[in-house]
Nanobody
Framework: QVQLAESGGGLVQAGGSLRLSCLAS????????VGWFRQAPGKEREFVAR????????HYANSVQGRFTISRDNAKNTVYLQMNSLKPEDTAVYYC?????????????????????WGQGTQVTVSS
């Protein structure tokens, strides 16, 4: 129904920047939210940021607030994650995810289990 493909990961030094892209295809008209999650080695997959597809309302995890920016280009069916001031602890596989549910709470939009479609992930490595 919805397919997601991440790109833009790579190796960057601490303090540097990367921009991740998530291209959505399929039944994107039914997509209400697109989120970014990340999973570091030995850790649970955690919420990073989300954006509502139509309104562009954003929310961020405290750990990335002020450093990361999520945005979308509806015409291109693409969501971006601009990552600035990267830290070694940002090293993880980054996944984009989407769903067709309306979120009304921070808890709901931050929960991994509330997203129905996932990309394959892109590796981000921040060296020190």
């Amino acid at each position: 129904q919805v397919q997601l493909a991440e790109s833009g990961g790579g190796l960057v030094q601490a303090g540097g920047s990367l921009r991740l892209s998530c291209l959505a295809s399929g039944r994107t008209i039914s997509t209400y939210n697109v989120g970014w999650f990340r999973q570091a080695p030995g850790k649970e997959r955690e919420f990073v940021a989300r954006i509502s597809w139509s309104g562009g309302v954003t929310h961020y995890a405290n750990s990335v607030q002020g450093r990361f920016t999520i945005s979308r280009d509806n015409a291109k069916n693409t969501v971006y994650l601009q990552m600035n001031s990267l830290k070694p602890e940002d090293t993880a596989v980054y996944y984009c995810a989407a769903n067709n549910r309306l979120f009304t709470t921070v808890q709901a939009m931050s929960a991994r289990t509330n997203y129905d479609y996932w990309g394959q992930g892109t590796q981000v490595t921040v060296s020190s």
